[in-house]
T-cell receptor, first 117, second 116 residues
Framework: DGGITQSPKYLFRKEGQNVTLSCEQNLNHDAMYWYRQDPGQGLRLIYYSQIVNDFQKGDIAEGYSVSREKKESFPLTVTSAQKNPTAFYLC????????????????FGPGTRLTVL | AQKVTQAQTEISVVEKEDVTLDCVYETRDTTYYLFWYKQPPSGELVFLIRRNSFDEQNEISGRYSWNFQKSTSSFNFTITASQVVDSAVYFCALSEEETGANNLFFGTGTRLTVIP
């Protein structure tokens, strides 16, 4: 089945440790995105990537890093610099949509709930 | 500045009642897109509808209907004859063509609870 997978669904880490969240898609989409969701705040964009080996910061990139070595994969690392990392993280993908082009719908994965102890 | 406002934080209705979820947006772009997503307890966002700024025609899909009014910058969502399975958080979102699909601005969501 085509779709987006995120693993694990629940993740616990000690404060000060880096942690990497996985996101894989088999939809052949060029663009991928990472969002953070906090209670009562909706979704906020962390990073996005329009194409392999390229990515851009979103609204709340501080304390996070990403890589895009393969089209199918867009892992997110939550570093120790992120002051409040406990949140629900959602990955999404879409066909390429650049500035001045028509929008392509984003498809979302099931999310990873990260808790930092 | 908030680009998408969902003033209703939580709504509770009894099954079979109709319910309208409000969404007000703000943009200077002449070409933009509006969306509704559903987030059930499982957490995954489910796409419901996309509407572009040039198409103000209202849309109906089964028990769901959407009312897009540029004059009031609103894109409201109505569920007719609500069911327990409609219980979820619903997000309205905006994308502006000038900035591309990279910036999908979400509202803070409305939690709908349908009581059996």
């Amino acid at each position: 089945d085509g779709g987006i997978t995120q693993s694990p669904k629940y993740l616990f880490r000690k404060e000060g440790q880096n942690v990497t969240l996985s996101c894989e898609q088999n939809l052949n989409h060029d663009a991928m995105y990472w969002y953070r969701q906090d209670p009562g705040q909706g979704l906020r964009l962390i990073y996005y990537s329009q194409i392999v080996n390229d990515f851009q910061k979103g609204d709340i990139a501080e304390g996070y890093s990403v890589s895009r070595e393969k089209k199918e994969s867009f892992p997110l690392t939550v570093t120790s610099a992120q002051k409040n990392p406990t949140a629900f993280y959602l990955c999404a993908s879409s066909r390429t949509s650049g500035r001045g082009t028509s929008y392509n719908e984003q498809f979302f994965g099931p999310g990873t709930r990260l808790t930092v102890l | 500045a908030q680009k998408v406002t969902q003033a209703q934080t939580e709504i509770s209705v009894v099954e079979k009642e109709d319910v309208t979820l409000d969404c007000v947006y703000e943009t200077r772009d002449t070409t933009y897109y509006l969306f509704w997503y559903k987030q059930p307890p499982s957490g995954e966002l489910v796409f419901l509808i996309r509407r572009n700024s040039f198409d103000e025609q209202n849309e109906i899909s089964g028990r769901y209907s959407w009312n897009f009014q540029k004059s009031t910058s609103s894109f409201n969502f109505t569920i007719t004859a609500s069911q327990v399975v409609d219980s979820a958080v619903y997000f309205c979102a905006l994308s502006e063509e000038e900035t591309g699909a990279n910036n999908l601005f979400f509202g803070t969501g409305t939690r709908l609870t349908v009581i059996p």
